[in-house]
């Protein structure tokens, strides 16, 4: 475990932290005005890898090599200058930090962090980290690498869950929730949305199904799996030809020897993808999406409790229905193809060049 602290001065700036993989959905936009929730687990933080920000360095000032040695394989009009390495955590973990008014950035409903830094060291006065809470957006603090460092906690590592106990735990993400509008009363009956989480998993994913693909037709199991990947496969890839098919597979699951794609659960400390015995082609799935679709939630009849009889069974509502189509969250979709090395193959390039078409049309 750590704690981050200040470079300036040294003073504590978070409580014990515990590292874990960053979520697919963490640098995501959803809807309009609505309220999302805290992206971080209490008592966890995660490392932003790439260089992430507002758009610095235009196309033409890169030098040959520059973008893929950014971590960026296709031409894209400008890429972020900031340095990799922010760290992200839960706003009520942080220590020792004020508020910066005045760098409320172009926000509606609270802050958004384009204005640089917002949270400054009590100590010393240094700006070290931005506090996201606008609406649309995940409540975060986003540290700069440059304004902090990890301390390490002596004798208190964070131990790694086996993918038994995960499995054990059963912590899936549900496909909808109830999100309300920012600053109107919420009524849960028609607040029912697609949870971003998946919508940001399938973007995620489907870039690495289409990789997968090698240019062939997709089908995916039916039911959530089909609903999450099935229209945007048959929309992008061609109709003819034989077509690929794509399995759950995973801990716990039987062997698919004759599958030609496996969708896997990623680690959700580590963020490594669970691997099969065999070689095979594979897509990742964040673990908590993944298990919900190995593992849907049945409706269930619960015991009766108060003036019901004994052994009658209470039939509970269940969850109201999304009647919205599922669509993919296709900015996460972009950011992950745009940073794997097939992206730079003729017919993947040819496929997401539509893409833009696609969805002005309404295909998407």
Same mark, same amino acid.
């Given at each position: 475990?750590? =704690?981050?602290?200040?470079?300036?001065?040294?003073?504590?700036?978070?409580?014990?932290?515990?590292?874990?993989?960053?979520?697919?959905?963490?640098?995501?936009?959803?809807?309009?005005?609505?309220?999302?929730?805290?992206?971080?687990?209490?008592?966890?933080?995660?490392?932003?890898?790439?260089?992430?920000? $507002? $758009? +610095?360095?235009?196309?033409?000032?890169?030098? /040959?090599?520059?973008?893929?040695?950014?971590?960026?394989?296709? /031409?894209?009009?400008?890429?972020?200058? &900031?340095?990799?390495?922010?760290?992200?955590? #839960?706003?009520? &973990?942080?220590?020792?930090?004020?508020?910066?008014?005045?760098?409320?950035?172009?926000?509606?409903?609270?802050?958004?962090?384009?204005?640089? %830094?917002?949270?400054?060291? =009590?100590?010393?006065?240094? $700006?070290?980290?931005?506090?996201?809470?606008?609406?649309?957006?995940?409540?975060?603090?986003?540290? @700069? %690498?440059?304004?902090?460092?990890?301390?390490?906690?002596?004798?208190?590592?964070?131990?790694?869950?086996?993918?038994?106990?995960?499995?054990?735990?059963?912590?899936?993400? $549900?496909?909808?929730?109830?999100?309300?509008?920012?600053?109107?009363?919420?009524?849960?009956?028609?607040?029912?949305?697609?949870?971003?989480?998946?919508?940001?998993?399938?973007?995620?994913?489907? @870039?690495?199904?289409?990789?997968?693909?090698?240019?062939?037709? =997709?089908?995916?199991?039916?039911?959530?799996?089909?609903?999450?990947?099935?229209?945007?496969?048959?929309?992008?890839?061609?109709?003819?030809?034989?077509?690929?098919?794509?399995?759950?597979?995973?801990? +716990?699951?039987?062997?698919?020897?004759? @599958?030609?794609?496996?969708?896997?659960?990623?680690? %959700?400390?580590?963020?490594?993808?669970?691997?099969?015995?065999?070689?095979?082609?594979?897509?990742?799935?964040?673990?908590?999406?993944?298990?919900?679709?190995?593992?849907?939630?049945?409706? *269930?009849? #619960?015991?009766?409790? +108060? !003036?019901?009889?004994?052994?009658?069974?209470?039939? &509970? /509502?269940?969850?109201?229905?999304?009647?919205?189509?599922?669509?993919?969250?296709? &900015?996460?979709?972009?950011?992950?193809?745009?940073?794997?090395?097939?992206?730079?193959?003729?017919? *993947?390039?040819?496929? !997401?060049?539509? *893409?833009?078409?696609?969805?002005?049309?309404?295909?998407?």
């Amino acid at each position: 475990m750590f =704690v981050l602290v200040c470079v300036g001065c040294g003073a504590e700036l978070t409580a014990p932290l515990s590292r874990v993989a960053l979520p697919a959905h963490a640098r995501q936009t959803y809807g309009n005005g609505l309220q999302l929730p805290v992206l971080m687990e209490p008592g966890t933080f995660a490392v932003e890898l790439e260089p992430w920000g $507002p $758009p +610095g360095r235009r196309r033409e000032r890169n030098e /040959p090599g520059e973008t893929a040695a950014r971590g960026i394989h296709v /031409p894209v009009p400008a890429s972020p200058e &900031d340095s990799p390495g922010t760290v992200v955590i #839960a706003p009520g &973990d942080t220590r020792g930090t004020v508020l910066v008014p005045e760098k409320r950035g172009g926000a509606c409903c609270g802050f958004d962090g384009s204005d640089g %830094p917002n949270l400054a060291c =009590v100590a010393c006065g240094l $700006p070290v980290a931005s506090r996201i809470d606008d609406c649309s957006l995940w409540q975060a603090v986003w540290f @700069a %690498p440059n304004a902090v460092r990890r301390l390490p906690i002596r004798d208190a590592a964070a131990p790694l869950s086996s993918w038994a106990d995960l499995l054990a735990a059963g912590a899936g993400v $549900p496909p909808s929730e109830p999100i309300a509008s920012w600053g109107e009363p919420f009524r849960a009956s028609d607040r029912w949305h697609w949870s971003p989480q998946w919508v940001a998993a399938a973007g995620q994913t489907l @870039a690495h199904l289409l990789v997968a693909s090698d240019g062939r037709a =997709v089908d995916v199991p039916t039911g959530l799996t089909a609903t999450m990947f099935q229209r945007a496969l048959d929309t992008l890839l061609p109709a003819g030809g034989t077509r690929r098919r794509a399995v759950l597979a995973g801990p +716990g699951q039987p062997a698919h020897d004759d @599958a030609d794609i496996l969708l896997v659960p990623s680690h %959700p400390q580590t963020g490594e993808a669970w691997t099969p015995a065999a070689p095979a082609r594979w897509a990742p799935l964040p673990f908590g999406v993944w298990l919900r679709l190995v593992f849907p939630e049945a409706h *269930l009849y #619960a015991p009766a409790s +108060g !003036t019901i009889p004994y052994g009658v069974l209470r039939d &509970d /509502p269940p969850t109201p229905t999304v009647h919205d189509a599922f669509r993919i969250d296709w &900015d996460v979709f972009q950011r992950t193809l745009n940073r794997l090395p097939a992206a730079r193959v003729p017919w *993947l390039r040819e496929i !997401t060049d539509r *893409l833009s078409r696609h969805r002005r049309t309404g295909l998407l």
